[in-house]
Structures are given as C-alpha cells and as structure tokens.
Nanobody, 118 residues
Framework: QVQLVESGGGLVQAGGSLRLSCAASGRTLSNYAVGWFRRAPGKEREFVSAINWSGPTYVDSVKGRFTISRDNAKNTVYLQMNSLKPEDTAVYFC?????????????WGQGTQVTVSS
C-alpha cells in the first residue's frame, strides 16, 4: 500500500505560482509512476502531468507553465505551477501506479484545492 498526501494548494491571483507536494508513505515512490490530475467544478477529471520511467509528460494546456519533479530522498513528487490562470482552478490529486498498470488501479491522495482568481 502507498499512502499519498497532497499539500500546497490555496488561493492565488492569476499570474501567480503554487507548488503542490505529493508525499508518500508505505512504499518507495521512486518505484512508481506518479501523476497529477485535476477536477474542476462540473467537469470530468483531467490528466495534468506525470513522471514515470520515460520522463515527464504534460497536458498541452500546462506545458511551459507547470513542472513536475521528484525528490526521492523525501519520497515526494512536486508540481510547480507558474503563470496560473483562472481555468487552472480545480481540486488537484496525485496518484501512483506500478509499471504496466493504470492510475485507476493505483493509489490516490485526497486532493488539494487550487483557486486562481482573476
């Protein structure tokens, strides 16, 4: 079992920055692919970014603004979010999956709220 806890969300003005953290316990997070997802009010869950054995990936809408990274010593994955826009407002979740498995079958955190005001 992997327990994931997100933190770092909050209220920020458009153009501002936040850094989300996904801290893991129970297992070594470096053995997993880790993804960030978000769910905005009234919308479906959306993939944002992931870091796996091939490197980082991003949804087009956040490329050049968001950066995903790992700190293996802290067993934590980060999502640095710059140049935030009101449309980035959502609950952000991190998830971990084993190789060849889906995120839906993996481990999920409880989410952290990000609100970007215009």
């Amino acid at each position: 079992q992997v327990q994931l806890v997100e933190s770092g969300g909050g209220l920020v003005q458009a153009g501002g920055s936040l850094r989300l953290s996904c801290a893991a316990s129970g297992r070594t997070l470096s053995n997993y692919a880790v993804g960030w997802f978000r769910r905005a009010p009234g919308k479906e869950r959306e993939f944002v970014s992931a870091i796996n054995w091939s490197g980082p990936t991003y949804v087009d809408s956040v490329k050049g603004r968001f950066t995903i990274s790992r700190d293996n010593a802290k067993n934590t994955v980060y999502l640095q979010m710059n140049s935030l826009k009101p449309e980035d407002t959502a609950v952000y979740f991190c998830a971990a999956r084993e190789r060849f498995k889906s995120y839906d079958g993996g481990f999920w955190g409880q989410g952290t709220q990000v609100t970007v005001s215009s």
